[in-house]
Nanobody, 125 residues
Framework: VQLQAFGGGLVQAGGSLRRSCAASGRTFSSGGMGWFRRAPGKEREFVAAITRSGGSTNYADSVKGRFTISRDNAKNTVYLQMNSLKPEDTAVYYC???????????????????WGQGTLVTVSS
């Protein structure tokens, strides 16, 4: 199983980007999914999580009201819509998935079974 992320890049402050992350490989149904990020010189931190059904979401306080996580289970894809971007959002962003038996996304790195490659989002001031 692989998670492949798309949609990084450079954007000006106040702009928007949409990240997507698709699961591929053997037949795969994921459980809860999440997005994390690592800013330069900092630890990887939680950004957003979504339940297996997509019915419930959670966000870090720093992105609440600006970022939206969603998923399309028919496509095994999770999305992160990032609006009103700030320079402090500059980071390498990672998607992550839990195996199907776990309904919820969580705040903890160690709860996730599969990780996508990180892609850089740079927000210029």
């Amino acid at each position: 199983v692989q998670l492949q992320a798309f949609g990084g890049g450079l954007v000006q402050a106040g702009g928007s980007l949409r990240r997507s992350c698709a699961a591929s490989g053997r037949t795969f149904s994921s459980g809860g999914m999440g997005w994390f990020r690592r800013a330069p010189g900092k630890e990887r931190e939680f950004v957003a999580a979504i339940t297996r059904s997509g019915g419930s979401t959670n966000y870090a306080d720093s992105v609440k009201g600006r970022f939206t996580i969603s998923r399309d289970n028919a496509k095994n894809t999770v999305y992160l819509q990032m609006n009103s971007l700030k320079p402090e959002d500059t980071a390498v962003y990672y998607c992550a998935a839990r195996s199907a038996r776990y309904y919820s996304g969580t705040y903890h790195n160690s709860d996730y079974d599969y990780w996508g490659q990180g892609t850089l989002v740079t927000v210029s001031s």
